[in-house]
């Protein structure tokens, strides 16, 4: 039996199926990944630096590049593509419970994913927070501001610093949704992990989370992870063929 025919018998076989999804799949949606071969990070290592927390919180010129960063980031014209879509019809048929998603470009909800089902590990571009008092507004409302010459705009409620409502290196993850997102691993039968590079923690250590509580691995991405050896099946090719022949 070949790999793909393998995968599709546990994903036929599972009932309460969970998708880890990373930057690779929404590549092919123009959304550039941070550590595949085009992206962000392998250009510019510098870039990577910059996306610690403490540097935005101590560094004004570093909110301000990041605000006209965001102003045409291609996730406000990207459309969900076909792996997207595959997960769409997975949950439909009845057989997806969650998408646990380090994705930050709300694609999944946009391609139709109960959005009750999409935890988002590592926050949300569509909107902006307050670091001092947690206002959030909608992101293309603060955009507006910069748009109109705030170079740095501050939280209309207290002052503070505003930024994007996603998770940068050196700041907690939500207690709330890293638990749901434990929750979905520690319970689902199979975890299919795709897109990611799965360097990321805590988001990595779900799958080792999932296979130790008995969950069979399908793992799909371009290149290898550091989990490939826990998988049951490793797919290797882009996720826009790959996710619709498997699911
Ligand atoms: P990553 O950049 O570390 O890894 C992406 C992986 O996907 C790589 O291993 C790459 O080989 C693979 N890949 C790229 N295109 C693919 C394709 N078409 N088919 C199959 N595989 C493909 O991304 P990560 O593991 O998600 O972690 C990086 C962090 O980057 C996350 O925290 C995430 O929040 C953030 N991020 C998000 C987006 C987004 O929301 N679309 C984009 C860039 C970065």
Known sequence: MDVLQRARQLVHGAERMVALTGAGISTDSGIPDFRGPNGVWTKNPAAEKLSDIRHYITDKLVREQSWLGRLDHPAWLAQPNPAHLALVALERAGRLGAIVTQNIDGLHQKAGSAPDRVIELHGT??????????????????????????????CLRCGGILKSATISFGQPLDDQVLYRARVAALTCDVLLAAGSSLTVQPAAGLVGIAASAGARIIMCNASETPYDGVAEAVLHGPLGKLLPALL
């Open 125 to 154: 571009l569509n909107e902006s927070v307050c670091l001092t008092c947690g206002d959030r507004r909608p992101m293309q409302e603060t955009l507006d501001r910069v748009r109109n010459g705030e170079s740095d705009p501050p």
